[in-house]
């Protein structure tokens, strides 16, 4: 009943946010109208129905490309639908900010199921073992903000701008579940869960099928090695922006909630779990 086109030119990814949505009908008997984004480069759709708006605080998941078709689809005499547009955030590649410990950075590329990229922050997030398997940060990125949780990230483009999972891999945060203190290295956590997805309704830790064990620190012994796993920056090459990598490097120190490690890092991997390798459990906040 309704349709039209967001373009804008040469950018990598597009995420719509909408100042009006209205739409007819009763989702639970399947009469509801659906709120449907196609991506033009991938194909990628997003369908949302109207309490799924509420949980995406009306907006989009995030699409590659620089094109998407927006529409409205209703069925008969259910009543009118509208639909108003409010701005359109693009993707650019971002400036570099590395945190590595030495002169070479030796990340590499990684596949943890557990661990999620935040935006528009540009963080990292992880799944728990707790009743709900909610998600862990940091709370600096918390206080910063986040609105989606991707599992699942391809690689960047060559120039580094960000490439998007399809949105069945993209969850929108549950904001009235957040919790976080963002007062300094020690004492710098967040914790939130996520709607169940829109597409597959399998909240993350379904669909992903697993979850960090998370635990105090062990008694400290300088033989043993953490691994930081997260979403950082890289131009080395720029593929790997933000995209999911590991390193693992010695235990330095343990001083109340103070973890000390040399794990190389760069900006994004804020949030991400600090993993004991021997144990293979979470101790910490990056």
């Given at each position: 009943?309704?349709?039209?086109?967001?373009?804008v030119?040469?950018?990598?990814?597009?995420?719509?946010?909408?100042?009006?949505?209205?739409?007819?009908?009763?989702?639970?008997?399947?009469?509801?109208?659906?709120?449907?984004?196609?991506?033009?480069?991938?194909g990628?759709?997003?369908?949302?129905?109207?309490?799924?708006?509420?949980?995406?605080?009306?907006?989009?998941?995030?699409f590659?490309?620089?094109?998407v078709?927006?529409?409205?689809?209703?069925?008969?005499?259910?009543?009118?639908?509208?639909?108003?547009?409010?701005?359109?955030?693009?993707?650019?590649?971002?400036e570099?900010?590395?945190?590595?410990?030495?002169?070479?950075?030796?990340?590499?590329?990684?596949?943890?199921?557990?661990?999620?990229?935040?935006?528009p922050?540009?963080?990292?997030?992880?799944?728990?073992?707790?009743?709900?398997?909610?998600?862990?940060?940091?709370?600096?990125?918390?206080?910063?903000g986040?609105?989606?949780?991707?599992?699942?990230?391809?690689?960047?483009?060559?120039?580094?701008?960000?490439?998007?999972p399809?949105?069945?891999d993209?969850?929108?945060?549950?904001q009235?579940?957040?919790?976080?203190?963002?007062?300094?290295?020690?004492?710098?956590?967040?914790?939130f869960?996520?709607?169940?997805?829109?597409?597959?309704?399998?909240?993350?830790?379904?669909?992903?099928?697993?979850?960090?064990?998370?635990?105090?620190?062990?008694t400290?012994?300088?033989?043993?090695?953490?691994?930081?796993?997260?979403?950082?920056?890289?131009?080395?090459?720029?593929?790997h922006?933000?995209?999911?990598?590991?390193?693992?490097?010695?235990?330095?120190?343990?001083?109340?909630?103070?973890?000390?490690?040399?794990t190389?890092?760069?900006?994004?991997?804020?949030?991400?779990?600090?993993?004991?390798?021997?144990?293979?459990?979470?101790?910490?906040?990056?």
């Amino acid at each position: 009943v309704a349709s039209f086109e967001v373009h804008v030119s040469r950018a990598g990814w597009l995420r719509i946010y909408f100042d009006d949505v209205v739409l007819s009908g009763d989702a639970p008997l399947g009469s509801g109208a659906l709120l449907r984004i196609t991506a033009f480069e991938d194909g990628a759709v997003q369908e949302l129905e109207r309490h799924e708006v509420v949980q995406w605080r009306s907006t989009s998941a995030y699409f590659n490309g620089s094109d998407v078709l927006v529409e409205i689809l209703s069925h008969p005499r259910t009543g009118a639908s509208r639909l108003k547009l409010g701005h359109v955030t693009a993707g650019l590649a971002p400036e570099q900010d590395y945190s590595q410990c030495g002169a070479s950075d030796d990340r590499i590329l990684s596949t943890d199921p557990r661990a999620a990229r935040l935006l528009p922050i540009g963080c990292t997030g992880w799944l728990i073992d707790d009743c709900s398997h909610c998600l862990i940060t940091a709370g600096h990125c918390s206080a910063g903000g986040f609105s989606v949780v991707q599992f699942n990230v391809p690689l960047s483009s060559s120039g580094g701008s960000l490439n998007h999972p399809p949105p069945e891999d993209q969850y929108a945060v549950d904001q009235s579940s957040h919790q976080f203190s963002n007062n300094g290295v020690g004492n710098d956590w967040g914790y939130f869960g996520a709607f169940p997805n829109s597409i597959t309704n399998l909240t993350p830790a379904q669909a992903q099928g697993a979850f960090f064990t998370l635990e105090a620190p062990p008694t400290f012994n300088a033989s043993h090695t953490n691994r930081i796993t997260g979403y950082g920056v890289d131009s080395t090459p720029s593929t790997h922006n933000q995209v999911q990598q590991t390193h693992v490097g010695p235990w330095f120190s343990l001083s109340g909630t103070w973890l000390q490690y040399q794990t190389d890092t760069a900006g994004g991997n804020s949030g991400s779990p600090v993993i004991h390798e021997q144990s293979g459990v979470a101790i910490g906040v990056h």
